[in-house]
C-alpha cells in the first residue's frame, strides 16, 4: 500500500518528479535514453517516496485522472480519493520497501509486480505489512502514467 | 459576393457537422462494443474457472500473463491454467463491473463472488480485481489479473 506518512520534504520532490516525467529528449544522444523499463522502475521508487513524505502533489504527477486504485482490504478509491488520502494518514510508516519488481512492457503500455514491505507502527502499536501488488501504466504524450493501482496483502 | 460565400461557408459548416455526427456515433458504438466484447470475455473466463474447462480459458490468457491471488499469490499463466484443474471452485459470479478504455487496452475493476470447498469445509469469498485486457493480433488477451478480499 502506497498511502503511508512521513516527513514533508517541501515541494522541490514534486519539481524533481515533474522532471523524471517529462518527456525525454533523445536526439544527437545529448541525454542519454532511459529505457522505459528502468524509467517505470524510477517512477515506482519515486512513488514509493513521495507517499512516504505524504506529498500527494508528488503523487498526482505520476497517475492518470482516471486511475483506479484498490487497496489491500478491497477499498476501491479514484484518483481524487486517493491523493486525499495519501494526505491524510493516520498510520506512520518509518519504511516502505518494494523488492522483487518486474516489468512487462507491451508497447505503450506496462504492467508492473511487485512486492511491498512496510513497517510502522498504527495507534501505538507497530505492524509490518507485506503487499502484492500489480500497477499498469500508459504511455502518453511521451510520459508514463498510472492508470491502476492494487495490493493484495501476502498472508502465506 | 458576401452573400455567396456566407452561404457556402453555412454549407460547408452544415456538411461537416452533418458528416461528424456519424463518426461520433460510431466512435461511442464502438466504445461500447468493446465493453461488451470485454465483459462477454470476463463472464467466458468466470464460466470457465467455474466448470474447470482449461481449454477455454487458455486462449483468453497472453502467454506472460500474470496474476495476483486473494492471497498474495503471484502465479503465472500455466500455474494459473494447472490451478484451475485442481480448484475447488463451485461458483465464480463477477458484479459491479467497470471498464476504462485506453487505446487498444481496457482496464476492468468489479467484484467477484466465489463458492467453493476446501478441506471438506465449503467457503465463500468476496473480492475485488482488476484485470488488464489488450488487444493483439486481432484478439483481446488477458496480460495482467489481481484479485483482493474485501475486508469491510
Known amino acids: 500500500m502506497r498511502t503511508k506518512e512521513g516527513v514533508e520534504m517541501g515541494k522541490l520532490f514534486s519539481v524533481l518528479l515533474l522532471l523524471l516525467i517529462a518527456p525525454r529528449a533523445n536526439a544527437q544522444g545529448v541525454i542519454p535514453a532511459q529505457t522505459d523499463e528502468s524509467r517505470i522502475l524510477t517512477l515506482e521508487l519515486a512513488w514509493n517516496q513521495a507517499v512516504q513524505e505524504k506529498d500527494a502533489k508528488a503523487v498526482e504527477i505520476l497517475i ?3 486511475m483506479v486504485y484498490i487497496e489491500y482490504d478491497g477499498t476501491v478509491m479514484n484518483r481524487a480519493e486517493y491523493l486525499a488520502s495519501v494526505a491524510a494518514r493516520s498510520v506512520h510508516a518509518e519504511q516502505i520497501l518494494s523488492e522483487a519488481m518486474t516489468v512487462h512492457l507491451y508497447g505503450a503500455v506496462a504492467v508492473v509486480n511487485g512486492v511491498y514491505r512496510e513497517t510502522g507502527a498504527k495507534a501505538g502499536k507497530p505492524y509490518l505489512h507485506r503487499e502484492r501488488f500489480t500497477d ?7 510520459s508514463w502514467l498510472c492508470v491502476a493501482s492494487q495490493s493484495t496483502l501476502i498472508v502465506r | 459576393m458576401k452573400t455567396s460565400v456566407a452561404n457556402v461557408a453555412a454549407c460547408l459548416l452544415i456538411v461537416l457537422t452533418l458528416a461528424s455526427l456519424p463518426l461520433r456515433a460510431q466512435d461511442e458504438l464502438s466504445d461500447s462494443a468493446v465493453r461488451s466484447k470485454i465483459f462477454a470475455l470476463e463472464n467466458a473466463w468466470s464460466q470457465a474457472a467455474e466448470i474447470k ?6 486462449p483468453l490468457l497472453d502467454s506472460a500473463f500474470l496474476y495476483v ?5 503471484l502465479m503465472t499463466k500455466a500455474e494459473v491454467l494447472a490451478n484451475v484443474k485442481s480448484a475447488s471452485v463451485q461458483q465464480v459470479v463477477t458484479e459491479a463491473m467497470t471498464a476504462t478504455l485506453h487505446g487498444n487496452t481496457v482496464v476492468v475493476t468489479g467484484i467477484f463472488r466465489m463458492k467453493g470447498m476446501e478441506g471438506g469445509k465449503p467457503y465463500l ?3 475485488r480485481f482488476i484485470d488488464v485486457w489488450m488487444y493483439q493480433n486481432g484478439n ?3 496480460i495482467s489479473s489481481q484479485a483482493t478480499p474485501i475486508a469491510r
Open chain 1, 64 to 66: 492518470a485522472p482516471e
Open chain 1, 136 to 142: 499498469t501504466w500508459v504511455r502518453r504524450d511521451g
Open chain 2, 53 to 58: 474447462d482449461v481449454k477455454a480459458m487458455d
Open chain 2, 69 to 73: 491471488d486473494f492471497d498474495g499469490r
Open chain 2, 125 to 127: 469469498r468476496r473480492g
Open chain 2, 140 to 142: 483481446w488477451l488477458a
